[in-house]
């Protein structure tokens, strides 16, 4: 099987009081990029997310968004910090002296200073969390790929019958340069008679003339390595994988054979058969820019 490059996918799951959300989205590229949009509080685990997402995706660009939320009750807790309400009385006993002023410090003034009270999260179980979230990640990547893969089997059927049309094409170019041999040895001779009358034609010099022509306008070589780039995109796209370098370079080769043939050609038939496919291919060659 065959995987396009644009995807999506979405996971859900709430455990232990907690729910994690993860969707993932792509668009072609031309090697694996990976962004990660989540909560600074998991920043931790982004190397291991990107091993994850590592066993499903290839190539492509890839958007993923993780959301968290923590619906444990005491997920908080109070820290009184001792040392720094000491500090503060300490000074306060000073100020008190230096100024023959009345130490009226309470227990409630002193506990709205800065940093006697603080709030601290209590520490998270990271393999419970990880868990979680790895599950997650796969239920999305999942999806991911599925999507993937209906869309690539769409993108394999559409490239067949381009390929077979492009094929006909060839087909059509194969049949016909022969004939623009003959057409051009009828049309030389019909003029050299027209010139010179009756005066018996030189046979040789005739022969040596369509010769030249032949050799310039001849294509089989091109013929035959379009007909195998064809057959073996074709196979490549039947054998699946990760196949969209391969077939790219492939596409470029096909162009490449095509500009040749059309550079050839003195035949009209011809030079449009060789226009249209080049177009084909142009569009073979935008399809293949989606496959991974």
Known sequence: MIKSMTG??????????????????????????????????????????????????????????????DFTENNTTIRYNKEIATEYLKYLKEMAEDF?????????????????????????????????LQKTIKGAAEGFVQTRITEGENLRDDLIAKLDNMLSLVDFISERSPQIIKE????????????????????????????????????????????????????????????????????QEMNREANTTLSKSNDLEISNCAIELKTEIEKVREQIQNIE
Request: proline share 1%; net charge negative; hydrophobic share 35%.
């Open 100 to 132: 023959q002023l009345d130490n009226d410090i309470r227990v409630s003034t002193l506990s709205r200073y800065p940093e006697v009270f603080t709030m601290e999260e209590q520490t998270m179980d990271e393999e419970e969390l990880w868990k979680t």
């Open 184 to 251: 051009y040895h009828d049309k030389l001779l019909a003029k050299i008679q027209d010139m010179l009358g009756d005066v018996q034609v030189d046979e040789n010099r005739l022969l040596t003339e369509v010769t030249i022509f032949a050799d310039k306008a001849c294509v089989d070589e091109e013929i035959v390595r379009l007909r195998s780039h064809i057959e073996t995109t074709k196979k490549t796209l039947q054998e699946g994988g990760s196949i969209g370098r391969k077939l790219d370079f492939i596409a």
């Open 8 to 69: 999506f996918g979405r996971c859900e799951i709430t455990e232990n009081n907690r729910k994690f959300t993860v969707e993932m989205k792509s668009v072609n590229h031309r090697y694996l990029d990976v962004n990660i949009k989540m909560p600074k509080k998991l920043n931790f685990f982004e190397s291991a997310i990107r091993g994850e997402l590592k066993n499903y995706i290839s190539r492509g660009k890839v958007d993923v968004f993780i959301t968290y939320e």
